[in-house]
């Protein structure tokens, strides 16, 4: 009785395993099967926790927007010249995708095939005008390029910061310390003047 | 008779009909009901012509990994200093991926399901090879940055490159030349010395 040795689940301790397999497998690909027998009990006790595979991704994506949004409450996204509190910004958005990995890389692949999904679309797209404000603020203020559109700026940074969600592997040659400084080297050294 | 009404499809052309839909819904997300659906003729008859939906993606995924490996061989990506290669075949990589937006699109999302996404995974890892190791020589020639691993550099330009298949849309403001431009400006200047 494999899943009566382990400590319980409870709701957190789920959404971490649904996340990761909604992660390796992609949501769409991955079952209520392959989150039951990630966690090593039956597809029943998981209906006991949750309705379904929807709320599972409901709760992941909630945590990866929440923590998004925190950034830009922390006061080095909210104090002193623009091109410093958008080099605070991308580099704080660079290091939660780490501490998140599986949730800010569910987050990246949704397309809106649910009310869920478009819910956390219109969250993030949120998230991405208030930091193309940003771009645009530095811009005036003469410390980013002002060649580029702030949105497609926006753009450019979050999916170069976004991508290592892709290939970063926790074991691999570079700390999540050194990728947050090379996300934020390349990107904010392209923009600046 | 909605499909006899139209010119009859070939290979090349539901293949064109299979990419776009899954890159609308996601790979795992699209059915056969789905592809049929969206050629406007019936499952059967797209079985005339392909075994099956791995068979439609594999076709996908070699129109994208083929014109990755066709500019390798480019004289731009073979003459001239390090530097000035490397900016090519970014560019070039950018310019592709909006020639072959589905194509592209699909081969960026794929995570190894099966052989045929093993092979073009291991394809890509080729090419992303090839560019490493320009990042290396741009480098030691003196016109890129040394302080960011070749490899780790080449993901962080690819990522913001391949990311734009996420939020392109032809008819929006950037046109594709300017796209690439701002790649190459936002990538390649962040990497200058």
Redesign the interface.
């Known amino acids: 009785m494999r899943a009566e040795a382990r400590k319980p689940y409870d709701i957190e301790s789920l959404t971490n395993v649904a996340v990761r397999v909604f992660a390796?497998?992609?949501y769409?690909?991955a079952s209520m099967d392959d989150v039951a027998r990630a966690a090593g009990i039956t597809k029943a006790s998981i209906y006991h926790h949750v309705t379904g595979k929807e709320a599972l991704l409901g709760r992941g994506l909630r945590r990866a927007l929440d923590a998004l949004s925190a950034i830009l409450e922390e006061p080095g996204s909210n104090r002193g010249r623009a091109g410093a509190r958008l080099e605070h910004v991308v580099r704080r958005v660079a290091e939660v995708t780490f501490d998140l990995l599986p949730e800010l890389s569910v987050l990246f692949?949704i397309?809106g095939?649910s009310p869920t999904e478009l819910e956390a679309l219109a969250h993030r797209r949120r998230f991405d005008r208030t930091v193309a404000s940003l771009v645009r603020q530095a811009q005036n203020e003469g410390s980013v390029?002002s060649?580029?559109?702030p949105g497609?700026?926006t753009?450019?940074?979050?999916?170069?910061?976004?991508?290592?969600v892709?290939?970063f592997r926790a074991d691999g040659?570079?700390s999540p310390g050194e990728?947050a400084d090379?996300?934020c080297?390349?990107?904010?050294?392209?923009?600046?003047i």
């Open positions: 390796e497998r992609g769409d690909g692949r397309r095939n390029r060649d580029i559109d497609v700026a753009r450019l940074i979050f999916g170069m910061s976004n991508s290592t892709e290939w040659r570079s990728l090379a996300i080297k390349v990107a904010l050294g392209g923009l600046k």
